[in-house]
């Protein structure tokens, strides 16, 4: 069965850092582009970062310069580095992976994690 376990999370102040890690169990991770989201109270979720499969890395708009996303297809590992984080960062994060692998994620047919919450408050 496959799961995606999340961690690093937490509270955090303004111009701080976070680190989150997700781990990819039972799916071919190697072989698929990997995600991470974020969803914030009363708004649509939103492509924060991805890393296709060889770890080229694609970040959105909103937080490039800041975040970092990683990968590592021994430990079956997504990452994504935050730095000088924002109030308006704070949401739940989630990592995810296509049902199917490949190179497009599809948040119709996708695994998710439990998602993790990420709070930016001074």
């Known amino acids: 069965q496959v799961q995606l376990v999340e961690s690093g999370g937490g509270l955090v102040q303004p111009g701080g850092s976070l680190n989150l890690s997700c781990e990819a169990k039972?799916?071919?991770?190697?072989?698929?582009?990997a995600g991470w989201y974020r969803q914030a109270p009363g708004m649509q979720r939103e492509l924060v970062a991805q890393?296709?499969?060889?770890?080229?890395?694609t970040i959105a708009d909103s937080v490039k310069g800041r975040f970092t996303v990683s990968r590592d297809n021994v430990r079956n590992r997504i990452y994504l580095q935050m730095s000088n984080l924002k109030p308006e960062d704070t949401a739940v994060y989630y990592c995810s992976v296509p049902i199917e692998g490949g190179n497009v994620l599809n948040v119709n047919s996708a695994y998710w994690g439990q998602g993790t919450q990420v709070t930016v408050s001074a």
């Open positions: 039972e799916f071919f991770f190697r072989y698929s582009v």
């Open positions: 890393t296709s499969r060889h770890g080229t890395p």
